[in-house]
């Protein structure tokens, strides 16, 4: 029997999210939630590029939780609203409904997350007999799961580090580009992303979910970041990024034990593949390092269908969630981080 799902939002991830759920073996669509008046009452297939479904989107969020269903996948945006996206998957979760999620990423680790919110979102569970789980590829499967994987096949080591590497100039949401990472800004301002502490509020429960993973005690975790200006126009959407603004930045978020970086998140983010020639290159994607017994080096790269890194990114957050929506389903009741599931595989997801 399939599992019927609910797609919360359907905008930069929901929209793969969706066609994903459509043509997974395993699920089925109980209902659709939209946020902007243009998509209610539209049928879900033509809110992805899929044939018709029958199953019309819907603003009303009491209508969507009153739904039977096994599942909601929330991809509602949570960077500027954190308080606000816990509310609803939390009302989602004592509705019966469990919860996969790529909107509050430094969720990937439910344990060292802000305590007030994990506490809800735990009672929320329990009051529900649910399960959450919260992933994408970044934080996510590109710097939990793999790395961990691959650091199985060490006979000792001493750091791993895990790249992003993209041109994220084709990437679809411009209030992160423009507001929170601070591209086309002076070099001088400092946007959200690099107030103190707000990296490691994204990407901590990435590195405390590593050192969990490989049984280790950090000591504390540092931010280091670096930026380069535009050399000349780039037009991305309706924004202008003009020469001596800010155009890349790099940041690494370092998991230290004995002194030492032990664990390292590196993002390279250019919106210009001539900047900063010096900083790590590569075709769009992610890299593990693991400097050891042996060294190791892993290069993951992906595209969709017109070769666009960024958007091949933004389709695995959607798939990550999606597949995993049975194995969240069998799961005890509570919060769930990439240690408490099995592993996830594409059964029953090839295409002749």
């Known amino acids: 029997m399939a599992y019927r799902v609910i797609q919360w939002s359907t905008g930069n991830v929901g929209q793969y999210a969706l066609r994903c759920i459509l043509e997974h073996p395993e699920l089925e669509l109980a209902g659709v939630w939209v946020h902007g008046e243009d998509k209610e009452g539209k049928d879900a297939g033509e809110l992805c590029g899929c044939a018709a479904t029958g199953v019309r989107a819907t603003r009303d969020a009491e209508a969507i939780i ?23 998957m939390c009302r989602l979760l004592e509705s019966g409904k469990d919860v996969v999620s790529c909107s509050v990423v430094s969720l990937v680790h439910p344990a060292t997350f802000v305590p007030e919110s ?64 601070g591209f086309g800004g002076a070099l001088e301002d400092a946007p959200m992303l690099l107030i103190p502490g707000v990296l490691t509020m994204g990407w901590g429960g990435t590195v405390r979910l590593l050192a969990d993973g490989l049984g280790l005690e950090l000591d504390e ?17 309706d924004h202008t990024v003009e020469p001596g603004t800010a155009a890349a930045l790099r940041f690494e978020l370092q998991g230290i034990v004995g002194g030492k970086a032990a664990l390292v998140v590196e993002h390279v983010t250019r919106l210009d593949d001539a900047l900063a020639p010096e900083w790590p290159s590569g075709k769009g994607g992610y890299r593990v390092l693991i ?14 269908e017109h070769g666009d890194h960024a958007v091949g990114g933004v389709i695995i957050t959607a798939t990550r969630i999606v597949n995993a929506i049975p194995a969240v389903c069998a799961a005890p009741t509570g919060l769930l981080s990439a240690l408490d599931l099995p592993l996830i595989t594409g059964k029953g997801l090839r295409h002749a």
């Open 118 to 181: 994990r506490d809800r979102l735990a009672a929320a569970c329990e009051k529900g007999g649910t399960s959450f789980f919260t992933s994408g590829i970044d934080p996510g499967f590109a710097n939990d799961l793999l790395p961990l994987a691959l650091s199985g096949l060490s006979g000792h080591w001493e750091e791993i580090r895990i790249q992003e590497i993209i041109n994220y100039s084709t990437y679809d949401r411009p209030e992160i580009l423009f507001d929170i990472m």
């Open 66 to 88: 009153a739904l039977e269903a096994d599942c909601v996948c929330h991809t509602a945006s949570g960077d500027t609203r954190p308080d606000e996206a816990v509310e609803e």
């Open 291 to 304: 400097k050891g017994f042996p060294d190791m080096q892993c290069d993951f790269m992906f595209e969709d």
């Open 221 to 237: 975790i540092r931010e280091v970041y670096e930026r380069r200006p535009a050399e000349r126009p780039i037009r991305i959407g």
